[in-house]
């Protein structure tokens, strides 16, 4: 099956400093690569997703790039804040979330301000 | 986006009763939905899935009548933790989709529900 690993697993930032969390997987039929962001105590949200069609996607502070020859894909927050705080985890699933998603181990970002 | 509601947030029980929690989908269908775990400062492991009408799959290592799962209709899973013990206490969280044709196949995630057993 699939496995999706995930680095660092804490990272801090001073606020306005950029973040990159990286993710690699393991199967090559993968083809849709979600990112969520986890708060204290709740469920996760998506934040930004990617399909194996694309490259890089952005959207407005978020960027996800996707390298499918490497199997590799990253998350990147610039102008980092205090309310990005969070943990973030990657994914990747065959045929988007109608097939089971496996979720990186997480990163726990801390902004400081 | 899609709404996803999880009730209860929140629920301590004493050891050996069931808890059941509910995953509603507010705002759509939902085709399949997904049933995970977490412990803490660990990622979601995926418990089970679920489709409307038909039994739920269980992942390998999940106890199936531990953990009852019912999709009784396309905006209702149940999740019943059977006998509950101190070893259950976790947080549950649950996902659905519309599948691939509506929504590229987005996961909605309820807010989860904290399972404490004394």
């Known amino acids: 099956g699939e496995n999706v690993e995930q680095h660092p697993s804490t990272l801090s930032v001073q606020e306005g400093d950029s973040a990159v969390i990286k993710c690699t997987y393991s199967d090559s039929a993968s083809n849709y690569f979600p990112w969520y962001k986890q708060e204290l105590g709740k469920g996760p949200q998506l934040i930004i997703d990617?399909?194996?069609?694309?490259g890089e996607k952005k959207d407005q502070r978020i960027a996800v790039t996707l390298n499918k020859t490497a199997k590799h894909f990253s998350l990147h927050i610039t102008e980092t804040q205090p309310e990005d705080s969070a943990v973030y985890f990657c994914a990747a699933s065959i045929s988007g979330g109608y097939q089971k998603v496996t979720f990186g181990i997480g990163t726990k970002l801390q902004v400081i301000p | 986006g899609a709404v996803v509601s999880q009730h209860p947030s929140r629920v301590i029980c004493k050891s050996g009763t069931s808890v059941k929690i509910e995953c509603r989908s507010l705002d759509f269908q939902a085709t399949t939905m997904f049933w995970y775990r977490q412990f803490p400062k660990q990622s979601l492991m995926l418990m089970a899935t679920?489709?409307?009408?038909?039994?739920?799959?269980?992942e390998q290592g999940v106890e199936k009548d531990k953990f009852l799962i019912n999709h009784a209709s396309l905006t209702l899973s149940t999740l019943t933790v059977t006998s509950a013990h101190p070893e259950d206490s976790s947080f549950y969280i649950c996902s659905a989709t519309l599948g691939m044709d509506a929504s590229g196949g987005e996961l909605f995630f309820g807010e989860g529900s904290r399972l404490t057993v004394l």
């Open positions: 679920s489709n409307e009408g038909s039994k739920a799959t269980y």
């Open positions: 990617i399909r194996s069609n694309v």
